[in-house]
């Protein structure tokens, strides 16, 4: 299988280490690499192909991990091409555009993935599978903490860089459902925002810079226990009940962006054979995110550093 990777920034870099790891693995035989920045294409050498464009490309699937404002324009070119897309998220910075890929997924049968990677924590599959089968009674809350000790070097409001996966994941947890109520504080270094869910599920997402100590996870609390994930760690999570606590080992202990990257190529071995597929998340899934980002002000600024 032959896979394409958009943008060797930051992300990018984390991509093409992932890459590397399966080919060494065999699940994938050959990598191009693309970056307009000749030198940072400069500096890749584990590619058997660099290009500066994406016209002439030639993979299965491609991966887009650039600035955010070029995701779009981007995956339209390539799924105009016939190629089956990894989109870092987000997918656009507006409904209107994203709107524009999804419908040209459909209408290629390309299939179309969307880096929301948590979902693809085995702590977070856990949790859901803990919850269904009743381990803390009805799920009454969602909680989720971002915060990092340095200081907001970005020019965007602290729940634009670090909260989006919290948003993704309340309503995941809400099953998929559209808060009826939400309201967001955001400043540079603060973010904090409030859903509401019809099925009575509330849920709080804090963000914050400059903070005593860093912090990633997510609380769900039920009628008769809670479940903590430390999303820092791919080890495990703890249930608490009546009292105690119980740490839930998950082996094996795989980092979420190589599960992520599994899932897609498994889902496009899966199209190439004829069997049934499907786009991740859902398209109403993908469009939901965005619009409560759009109601919140700050869809525009949701910048992935390249």
């Known amino acids: 299988m032959h896979i394409g990777l958009v943008g060797v ?11 590397n790891e399966l080919k060494k693995a065999n699940q994938i035989n050959r990598i191009t690499v693309i970056d307009h920045d000749e030198h940072a294409l400069s500096k890749v050498t584990t590619a058997d192909e660099k290009l500066l464009d994406v016209r002439g490309l ?29 989109v870092e998220k987000p997918l656009a910075t507006d409904l209107n555009a994203a709107t524009q890929v999804m419908n040209l997924a459909q209408q290629n049968g390309r299939l179309l993935y969307v880096g929301m990677l948590l979902r693809h924590h085995f702590g977070i599959k856990k949790a859901k599978y803990l919850i269904q089968l009743g381990q803390i009674g009805r799920l009454n809350s969602i909680t989720y903490q971002r915060k990092k000790t340095h200081p907001n070097h970005s020019d965007f409001p602290a729940m634009s860089q670090l909260g989006i996966h919290g948003i993704d994941l309340a309503c995941f947890f809400a099953g998929e459902a559209e808060p009826t109520s939400t309201i967001f504080e955001t400043s540079h ?47 495990g999570l703890s249930l608490h009940q009546n009292g105690f606590t119980k740490h839930i080992p998950i082996q094996p202990s795989t980092k979420p962006l190589m599960l992520q990257t599994k899932s897609f190529l498994m889902e496009m071995k899966r199209k190439k054979q004829g069997d049934d597929w499907s786009h991740f998340p859902d398209f109403g899934a993908s469009m939901r995110c965005l619009r409560l980002l759009e109601k919140a002000g700050i869809l525009e600024e949701i910048i992935r550093p390249n």
């Open 58 to 86: 030639n993979a299965d699937g491609v991966i887009i991990a650039t600035p955010s404002q070029t995701h779009a324009e981007l995956a339209k070119s390539l799924l105009r091409s016939g190629h089956d897309l990894l």
């Open 189 to 235: 270094e603060k973010g904090l925002a409030s859903f509401f869910f019809p099925q009575g599920i509330s849920a709080q997402i804090e963000t914050e810079y400059s903070f005593s100590e860093n912090i990633s996870k997510i609380v769900l609390t039920g009628e008769k226990g809670l479940i903590t994930i430390n999303l820092q760690e791919v080890q």
């Open 9 to 19: 920034g930051r992300w990018g870099k984390k991509h093409l280490s992932v890459l």
